[in-house]
């Protein structure tokens, strides 16, 4: 006991080091980065690539000194040094294929896609080697920015805004899926939450029936999932899609004739019988732990011995 609480207060121990280490280093990356904002438009495109190319290597070069080469072990790797090491790996995630884009300006409809796939591959690579939060978030935005420059390549975003937006829809479930199995499913859940419920909303402008339609489906989906894991996200998502879809829905059927104090109304009615919904949900997944706690076990049936 007496060893470990000395192991505890010594400060001079390498974990330490490296923690501090690892935030002096994000913390220039991070000042060299704005710096260069400042001296980025005297700077030719070969010399913008190298700077970006530079950054990247010292962060990522600061990231395996964070975690430690630690990839396949992560659980063993401290919280401090994993947000480290993953905040340097996102920044170099993002500077490689900026470089790329900055060096091949101007890029033609197939470039864009690779580019776009190798900044979704990158942030995805960051964020296996170190889970976080950024590094997931991060992911989820170039899997968005990829979608589009793969799109935009078959030129399925000219005349109709259908394809994109459905295609957000399907990533959000594609990374509801997912999260229930990352390090940070909250994170994700949240994530593919926006991406779903706007995805489908996207829809609203040109396409209403298709907008309030999607977004009703989103939270039906979210409630029966609910019952299966108790999770917020899942509660949260179904009783704002709910609320959302509805007045959109009336104001269709009426052509738009509901006054705004009339609609106002109809959504906080809306509102209230969604919160309701909600309500009862988490109540029911409450009693079905306590009943099962209180049924009898199986080997207790008989009587008492006589």
């Known amino acids: 006991m007496a060893q470990a609480l000395q192991e505890a207060e010594e400060p001079d121990t390498p974990v330490r080091w490296a923690e501090i280490i690892g935030f002096i280093g994000g913390g220039l990356v991070f000042v060299g980065m704005v710096s260069l904002l400042y ?3 005297d700077l030719e495109k070969l010399g913008q690539a190298v700077l970006l190319l530079t950054v990247a290597a010292l962060a990522a070069g600061g990231g395996l ?3 430690g080469g630690r990839f396949r072990n992560r659980a063993a790797l401290p919280p401090t040094r994993r947000r480290v090491g993953g905040t340097l790996f996102v920044i170099a995630a993002l500077a490689v294929p900026t470089a790329l884009t900055v060096a091949l300006e101007p890029v033609n409809p197939t470039t864009a896609a690779a580019l776009g796939l190798l900044y979704l591959a990158l942030a995805v690579l960051a964020y296996t080697a170190a889970p976080t939060a950024v590094g997931l978030l991060v992911a989820g935005g170039t899997s968005l920015w990829a979608l589009w420059t793969i799109l935009a390549k078959f030129d399925l975003l000219d005349t109709d805004i259908r394809p994109y937006a459905l295609s957000v829809v399907a990533v959000g479930l594609v990374w509801g899926v997912v999260s229930l199995r990352l390090p940070n499913p909250r994170t994700g859940l949240v ?11 996207i829809h609203l402008g040109d396409h209403p029936v298709l907008a309030y339609t999607l977004t009703a489906a989103i939270a039906v989906l979210s409630l029966v999932l609910y019952q299966w894991q108790r999770r917020w996200v899942f509660l949260v998502t179904g009783v704002l899609g709910i609320t959302i879809a509805a007045p959109e829905a009336i104001w269709d059927w009426t052509d738009g004739a509901v006054s705004g104090a009339l609609l106002m109304l109809i959504v906080g009615l809306v509102l209230l019988a969604a919160s309701g919904v909600g309500i009862m949900l988490h109540r029911k997944t409450d009693k079905q732990p306590a009943q099962q706690a209180a049924e009898p076990p199986a080997g207790n049936a008989e009587g008492p011995a006589r």
């Open 65 to 67: 000194f964070a975690t």
């Open 39 to 41: 001296t980025w438009v």
């Open 191 to 201: 994530m593919a939450a926006i991406f779903a419920l706007g995805g489908a909303q």
